[in-house]
Nanobody, 121 residues
Framework: QVVLVESGGDLMRPGGSLRLSCTAS????????MGWYRQAPGKQRELVAL???????VYGDSVKGRFTISRDNAKNTVFLQMNSLKPEDTAVYSCNAGVRATNSDHYIGVWGQGTLVPVSS
């Protein structure tokens, strides 16, 4: 069984910076892409940033130039550095990874429980 756990969520003011972390643990053979998604109450979940195993990045239009995704493969951890935060960034941020577990012959998408980031003046 593989589990992803996010950390770092906090109440922020507009213009502030925050780094989120997500670590995968369990019987992991390998991980492909890792990414961050967010969802505000009553709104559809959207892609924030995606980082492939070959270091190709994809960012949502609303965060380009402000957020940066990175990963530490040795620690099975993905980070999201958020700068110049805006009220519209308020959401629950969840990480996702494509994981192949021990004794599995395929990759599955695994989600963390999410961490809340309110941005308000």
């Amino acid at each position: 069984q593989v589990v992803l756990v996010e950390s770092g969520g906090d109440l922020m003011r507009p213009g502030g910076s925050l780094r989120l972390s997500c670590t995968a643990s369990g019987s992991i053979v390998s991980i492909n892409a890792m990414g961050w998604y967010r969802q505000a109450p009553g709104k559809q979940r959207e892609l924030v940033a995606l980082l492939s195993s070959s270091n190709i990045t994809v960012y949502g239009d609303s965060v380009k130039g402000r957020f940066t995704i990175s990963r530490d493969n040795a620690k099975n951890t993905v980070f999201l550095q958020m700068n110049s935060l805006k009220p519209e960034d308020t959401a629950v941020y969840s990480c996702n990874a494509g994981v192949r577990a021990t004794n599995s012959d395929h990759y599955i998408g695994v989600w963390g429980q999410g961490t809340l980031v309110p941005v308000s003046s």
